[in-house]
């Protein structure tokens, strides 16, 4: 596990050092963090969003509507949330952060991979509503269950690290254990 400083200091989070930080390869948009295991086709994505309004996404259900809207930006072909309810706490010096969690399935074509390719990935996402900024730092985990053998992730996956790090346990573990380690050091970046 290593501690990733991101967005340059201003927040921090936790990760396995098998996930490397995709800006070394190629641009990322500013207002966001992403790391990938090449080898379990896994992601993380730290992404900074206004929040929305509270008629199109209250505070209760921040991470399921931020779950559609992935799958939405994603052209996911189906979608299966498996969270009965988002699970919600109240976190910061003054109860001015509110985590919900939600997660489900959705089949995703990589690279925009036609639906006959696509695969099917366990999407896992943390929404921290910092309500004295109004923004939503939205952590999301992708976890292919199912790789497609013609999906063009299917050359570079190991199957033994997917058997290991992929099953429903694993990710789910991963999950919370990386979004619970998630913290915001410096609040400045928020203007």
Not at 45 to 65: G, K, M, N, Q, Y
Request: aromatic residues 10%.
């Amino acid at each position: 596990m290593t501690q990733r400083s991101i967005f340059g200091g201003a927040m921090s989070i936790v990760l396995p050092s098998r996930f490397m930080d995709i800006s070394q390869f190629r641009p990322v948009p500013d207002n966001q963090e992403v790391f990938a295991d090449a080898d379990t086709d896994q992601s993380f994505i730290i992404e900074l969003l206004e929040t929305p309004s509270r008629d199109e996404a209250p505070d209760e259900l921040a991470s399921v509507f931020h779950f559609n809207s992935i799958a939405h930006d994603n052209d996911a072909t189906s979608t299966e949330m498996e969270s009965e309810n988002p699970v919600m706490e109240s976190l910061g010096d003054e109860n001015d952060i509110q985590k919900t969690i939600s997660w489900g399935l959705q089949e995703v074509g990589k690279y925009r991979d036609s639906r006959a390719k696509a695969n099917h990935v366990r999407v896992f996402v943390a929404c921290f509503r910092l309500l004295r900024c109004n923004t939503d730092v939205i952590i999301s985990f992708n976890s292919p269950t199912m790789i497609n053998p013609l999906s063009s992730a299917a050359k570079d996956v190991d199957t033994p690290s997917m058997e290991m790090h992929n099953t429903d346990n694993a990710s789910s573990d991963d999950f919370f254990a990386f979004s619970s380690s998630f913290v915001v050091n410096d609040y400045s970046i928020f203007g």
